[in-house]
């Protein structure tokens, strides 16, 4: 299907979700400047940040060799080398490693906060520029939008409610979810809080709407249509031991009216003298499925030491108009644990954890010769110790026992500072992985240095890693080494007028 076609679809409703309301958003922020108002009060604050990372790998080669050439029978075959191959009448065929890659995704984010001078006015952006440098045949995530404003409200709020219009996110135990729309948020009494929204849903921390390209790409029945999300969320306090809330958020198409999803949620928290209690539940409506039960408790136990435990199921959501939930995934049940300590001094300080996992029986037929289990555990032991005021020293060793392989290692790190903002660590870290599903048995090795600096009023951020990957139960023809960089400038901008004495 043509997606472009999709695109120019007519709505049903007079607020037409295209570019130019993307663009009109800006320029209305901008416009609070122009507000006929006392200038005391006017003013603006936020930080333009810039990143470059850079990735280099290895291209993935499609080879072949004349099937008699290929000892043994069948279609699925092994190499001398270990090398797995895929056989026909003629010709077998593998992946070996090609020419060098690197990647360079150039991103340049501005926020920015402004106060038109009348009280409980403020407007919000947060845009974002792309360029895509590197090799062309690796295509970083959404290089396709070389803008795109990621948030851009206008805000107007008192000392009892607050009402926000224009390309905003809700985060709640549901997740976050990108909308263009609006939302009231009232402060009732009683301790309540409530807060209503809706408007046109975008993918979820995507801003980007249903039926985009980027679905496209992997769903072959995604949306046609956009979707209205609308929900409300309540949090409750009534006294200071107790605290809760709850959700309800439904989506559905703009046209059609066909459900995209409809959940709730639910969560509380009790103190009960040093001990913490919370619960959390997430159902969903359409399908009548439990998605998440958890209860957790948290206690301190004297002597530095402070445990957690908590017991969930879990089923994964997916919703209505994705496929993948047709092909019944599967859930579990799990056992979590932490007992943290710190010493007196404050120096030294250590952790361990573990969890235990058992899931629901799968409808998928799994050969015999396969050694997979239905239940997965693993766990995890570090520390933290202060050499000196200004140098630190971490390490962490886990091991994981999955349903079908297995993964250990670690990671060690010396952190040196020379003042607030400013520091180099030197970071290593190895681990090994048994019978992975794409990469078998191998071992990674990796090594580097990340940093940061002050530079007059603006911060500047560093990082290089270089990893290296050796096969365990064979050679390979997969070179899986990397090497990726980072660096980062963040600046500040303006200042708040409140500092002033003319804040709202």
């Given amino acids: 299907m043509d997606s472009s076609k999709t695109k120019t679809r007519p709505h049903a409703f007079p607020w037409r979700y295209d570019m130019s309301f993307r663009k009109l958003l800006l320029p209305v922020l901008l416009g609070l400047f122009l507000l006929p108002t006392q200038a005391l009060g006017q003013g603006f604050n936020g930080r333009a940040r810039t990143y470059i990372s850079y990735l280099q790998l290895r291209d993935l080669v499609l080879d072949s060799l004349e099937e008699g050439t290929v000892p043994g029978d069948g279609v699925q075959r092994t190499l001398s080398n270990g090398t797995p191959v895929t056989c026909g009448e003629d010709y077998c065929q593998y992946y070996r490693s090609g020419p060098e890659l690197g990647v360079a995704p150039f991103l340049v984010d501005l926020e920015l906060n402004a106060w038109s001078g009348i009280t409980g ?204 939930g047709a092909f019944s995934p599967v859930g579990f049940d799990e056992v979590r644990g932490r007992l943290d300590w710190i010493a007196p001094t404050g120096k030294l300080s250590g952790y361990t954890y573990g969890s235990y996992r058992t899931y629901d029986v799968s409808t998928t037929q799994i050969p015999e010769s396969l050694s997979i289990t239905d239940e997965s555990w693993r766990w995890g032991l570090g520390g933290r110790y202060s050499l000196r005021t200004d140098v630190t020293l971490s390490a962490e060793y886990r091991y994981d026992e999955g349903y079908g392989a297995s993964r250990n290692g670690g990671d060690l790190s010396v952190q040196k500072f020379f003042g607030r903002d400013s520091y180099v660590a030197l970071r290593g870290t190895a681990f090994q992985t048994f019978s992975e599903f794409r990469v078998g048995s191998g071992g990674v090795i990796g090594g580097g240095l990340e940093g940061a600096f002050p530079l007059a009023s603006a911060r500047v951020r560093g990082s290089g890693m270089f990893y290296r990957h050796d096969q365990i139960d064979r050679r390979s023809l997969l070179d899986l080494n990397q090497t990726r960089l980072s660096l980062s400038l963040e600046v500040p901008i303006g200042n708040d007028p409140g500092l002033r004495g003319g804040g709202n």
Avoid: C
């Fill in 121 to 324: 006015l403020r407007g919000y952006a947060h845009v974002r520029a792309r360029d895509h440098l590197g090799d062309y045949r690796i295509v970083w995530p959404r290089a396709d939008e070389p803008f795109e404003a990621l948030a851009a409200y206008i805000e107007y709020g008192r000392s009892f409610y607050r009402i926000r219009a224009g390309r905003q996110w809700q985060t709640t135990a549901l997740g976050l979810y990108n909308y263009d729309g609006g939302s009231v948020h009232m402060g009732l009494p009683h301790n309540l809080d409530l807060e209503v929204y809706g408007g046109i849903s975008l993918l979820r921390g995507l801003n980007e709407s249903h039926y985009s390209d980027l679905i496209s790409d992997v769903e072959s029945l995604f949306p046609k249509e956009d979707a209205w999300l609308g929900g409300a969320h309540l949090r409750v306090r009534p006294f200071p031991a107790l605290s809760g809330s709850i959700t309800y958020q439904r989506e559905e198409a703009t046209n059609s009216g066909d459900l995209y999803s409809e959940r709730l949620a639910a969560s509380t928290r009790i103190l009960l003298g040093p001990l913490t209690l919370s619960g959390e539940l997430k159902y969903d409506l359409a399908t009548r499925q439990t998605n998440l039960a958890k209860a957790a408790l948290a206690f301190p136990m004297g002597h530095g030491f402070r445990a957690s435990g908590q017991v969930r199921r879990y089923k994964p959501f997916f919703e209505l108009w994705t496929i993948w």
